[in-house]
């Protein structure tokens, strides 16, 4: 043992006076038990709380050096909560540690809880013996590595890079520790080139994790998507459990396009370690754009059933869930859809006690008129349709709530107010393009999920034959994909276009003016920022020369 070691050890005592540890667990007598033996260790500021709601109440006023707390609390926060809210908030700095205590061995639990990086994880029971072992080694790598910390936690990078060149430096046996901050503090900083040097470096000497991982985002900053890929999976076929490679494959894929790739490579995280809010989140947003409303259902229903205590707990987590469950009820009386309905209006009902909040109540309430009016059920449509608009103020309707209602409309017939509210909305909104795509969306497809469905799959096989060369059946295939969404601007224009190209080709006026201008009518409704709208502009001229 190097003479610098033997130095610190001794210095152990001194180190653990100057530490303000917070001690959390359910049972007093287990907090009294820690208590005790780190006042063993040295330790003289020494506080203790029974629950996770109050140890993060606690941790905004108080800055603790060392956070003990157990997984399992009962009812309220567990342990991987506190982590996760104490980070989010950024209420945990670098120069603290927070060392998780648990009984727990399942694996998703495990897993689950590790994902979060806790700086220690020790399963009960614990014996003195081997909670001073953990504490040592963890303060003693705290006091070397403190002036790099306390640069990260002023987001000083520069200075943190200079502090982590000089420990690589020293040979200090915090190297690896070092290595990969440096690497990431130069990803940061978008110094891509330092940044993929050391990953390379340390890849050449031995495989390691968090070094593919690394490299994969440096290719990823690059929008070497292909090349990222491949470092992702690499990292999952050597080490399954590493999810934080799950989530930057998915990320890649979406890049890329491949949704339908993406949502598969969450849903296998998901499988792993099913609490990750979050990630359950953004499942669900894949699995809506993929059209994949079963699996939709179940991402949000996890981050209903998981995100209670959370700090990603949200009325939005319930709203989402609500909407796919009115998709996938809709226009049918089985009895699966029929409890899949009931489901939603009571999940509704969930999210109105829940969160007290005017915008949340109307939100559920347009909802819950769509779910009604699914089922037939007109008269409790109209109830629920009615409380709705009572609580908003169509002049300062923000555009959740002005999409959420003019879905609405278009459910209840309701075309031409659907209409000029999205147009309303289009022009308040021209400057974020999100909420343009989102009204686009809504005003190319204002029908049922089984209709557009059945309209994309003949959109597709339009577009095949007209490739091939076969107009009038394209041409017929594009007519019966209008009769699912009349009013869809892609479709109709598609129709013009091919109408065209079989004039020109055949020389004949067989498909006429009168019958293109029909087909136009239909797309008139598109506002200015419609990404359609330049292509109509053009066709309508063409028309107009016949």
Request: hydrophobic share 35%.
């Amino acid at each position: 043992m190097s003479l610098a070691k033997l130095k610190a050890i001794a210095a152990l005592p001194k180190a653990y006076s100057k530490l303000r540890f917070l001690i959390v667990d359910d049972f007093e007598s287990f907090r009294m038990s820690v208590r005790q033996m780190i006042r063993a260790f040295g330790a003289e500021h020494i506080d203790v709380i029974s629950n996770g709601k109050d140890a993060v109440q606690k941790c905004t006023y108080e800055r603790y050096d060392i956070i003990l707390c157990d997984f399992n609390m009962g009812s309220g926060q567990n342990g991987q909560q506190v982590l996760e809210e104490l980070r989010f908030t950024k209420r945990l700095k670098h120069t603290s540690l927070f060392i998780l205590i648990t009984a727990e061995t399942s694996k998703d639990i495990v897993v689950g809880a590790k994902e979060y990086q806790p700086d220690g994880y020790i399963a009960k029971p614990i014996t003195k013996a081997v909670l001073q072992k953990r504490m040592d080694n963890l303060i003693l790598q705290r006091e070397a590595l403190l002036p790099i910390n306390k640069e990260l936690d002023l987001e000083n990078h520069p200075k943190a890079i200079t502090l982590c060149t000089q420990e690589i430096q020293k040979g200090s046996r915090y190297q690896s520790w070092c290595y990969k901050t440096l690497a990431h503090l130069y990803y940061l900083t978008g110094d891509y080139s330092h940044s993929q040097k050391i990953y390379h470096d340390v890849l050449n000497k031995r495989e390691i994790a968090w070094a593919r991982l690394g490299l994969g985002k440096v290719q990823m900053g690059q929008q070497q998507f292909v090349e990222a890929i491949e470092q992702f999976k690499t990292v999952i076929s050597d080490n399954p459990d590493y999810l934080e490679a799950y989530d930057y494959l998915a990320s890649a894929y979406e890049k890329l396009g491949k949704r339908k790739y993406a949502q598969n490579t969450l849903q296998d995280a998901v499988a792993i370690s099913p609490r990750a809010i979050p990630r359950q989140q953004q499942l669900g947003l894949l699995c809506h754009a993929n059209q994949d409303i079963e699996s939709e259902i179940n991402a949000y229903r996890a981050t209903v059933k998981h995100g209670n205590n959370s700090v990603h707990d949200s009325a939005e987590n319930y709203l989402n869930l609500g909407r796919g469950l009115s998709d996938a009820s809709e226009g049918d009386q089985s009895e699966k859809a029929t409890d899949l309905a009931n489901e939603a209006i009571d999940i509704l009902e969930k999210a109105t006690r829940k969160y007290d909040n005017k915008e949340v109540k109307a939100n559920a309430c347009l909802i819950e008129a769509r779910v009604h009016i699914g089922q037939n059920n007109e008269l409790a449509s109209k109830a629920a349709f009615a409380k709705a608009e009572s609580l908003i103020d169509a002049s300062s309707i923000n555009a959740k709530t002005g999409i959420e209602l003019a879905k609405t409309l278009y459910r209840l017939g309701e075309t031409e107010r659907a209409e000029k509210v999205l147009h309303q909305l289009a022009q308040r909104f021209e400057g974020d393009p999100k909420t343009i795509n989102r009204i686009e969306e809504l005003l190319d497809e204002p029908v049922s999920l089984r209709q557009k469905f059945k309209a994309r799959e003949l959109n597709k096989k339009g577009i095949t034959l007209f490739e091939e060369g076969q107009l009038e059946k394209a041409i017929e295939t594009f007519k019966s994909a209008l009769k699912e969404t009349p009013k869809h601007p892609a479709l109709n224009l598609n129709l013009v276009q091919v109408a065209l190209k079989f004039m020109e080709k055949q020389g004949t006026a067989k498909v006429n003016r009168p019958f293109l201008e029909s087909i136009l009518d239909h797309v008139k409704h598109i506002p200015s920022q419609h990404r359609q709208y330049k292509r109509f502009v053009t066709l309508s001229k063409k028309v107009s020369l016949l």
